[in-house]
Antibody, heavy 122, light 113 residues
Framework: EVQLVESGGGLVQPGRSLRLSCAAS????????MHWVRQAPGKGLEWVSG????????GYADSVKGRFTISRDNAKNSLYLQMNSLRAEDTALYYC???????????????WGQGTMVTVSS | DIVMTQSPDSLAVSLGERATINCKSS????????????LAWYQQKPGQPPKLLIY???TRESGVPDRFSGSGSGTDFTLTISSLQAEDVAVYYC?????????FGPGTKVDIK
């Protein structure tokens, strides 16, 4: 079964850091681009960041550029999001999502995890 | 960045009736080199992650009922639910993947009338 399981969320003070992880299983992880998408409570979806299958290409939303860093470890079938200088407006459920086609950057997201909640508050 | 808008914000449709959701992009998402529209539709039910319904504007994802269909090209797109079922109550999002900033529309909430 294809599965994505996020972890690492929690309550953190403004200005502090947090690292999210996403464990993938059931597919050849290093063939696919991966993404982080977030959803603030009661709000819509916001793409945060993405990384290509070989880490050769990354992208960030303007709202997180310079503060967040995406990475992956294909040997561990894992995706990460290092979040620094966190702000209250980063409070959201963070989803990990998989690109639908292998070796394709510009493609829809076909598999999503259940998400991990990040709350930034003093 | 490409801005995605959707209309209406919400709609209520009787069971068995048609539901139509519109999505508009601030610039074309049609790649002339392959004639594909880089546009997807997702369904999100309460407490669940989004589910991919449609990609390339009109290609139904495997396992998605054929009452869901997508149409449109360039900047204007439509998701149609031909005969609304109770399990279709959800928020529907369009997304462009034409550029690296993969923007989503604000969502359209579909309810039963």
């Amino acid at each position: 079964e294809v599965q994505l399981v996020e972890s690492g969320g929690g309550l953190v003070q403004p200005g502090r850091s947090l690292r999210l992880s996403c464990a993938a299983s059931g597919f050849t992880f290093d063939d696919y681009a991966m993404h982080w998408v977030r959803q603030a409570p009661g709000k819509g979806l916001e793409w945060v960041s993405g990384i290509s299958w070989n880490s050769g290409r990354t992208g960030y939303a303007d709202s997180v550029k310079g503060r967040f860093t995406i990475s992956r470890d294909n040997a561990k079938n894992s995706l990460y999001l290092q979040m620094n200088s966190l702000r209250a407006e980063d409070t959201a459920l963070y989803y990990c999502a998989k690109g639908a086609y292998s070796s394709t950057w510009l493609i829809a997201f076909d598999i999503w995890g259940q998400g991990t909640m990040v709350t930034v508050s003093s | 960045d490409i801005v995605m808008t959707q209309s209406p914000d919400s709609l209520a449709v009787s069971l068995g009736e048609r539901a139509t959701i519109n999505c508009k992009s601030s610039q074309s998402v049609l790649y002339s080199s392959n004639n594909k529209n880089y546009l997807a539709w997702y369904q999100q039910k309460p407490g669940q992650p989004p589910k991919l319904l449609i990609y390339w504007a009109s290609t139904r994802e495997s396992g998605v009922p054929d009452r869901f269909s997508g149409s449109g090209s360039g900047t204007d797109f439509t998701l149609t639910i031909s005969s609304l079922q109770a399990e279709d109550v959800a928020v529907y999002y369009c997304q462009q993947y034409y550029t690296t900033i993969f923007t989503f529309g604000p969502g359209t909430k579909v309810d039963i009338k």
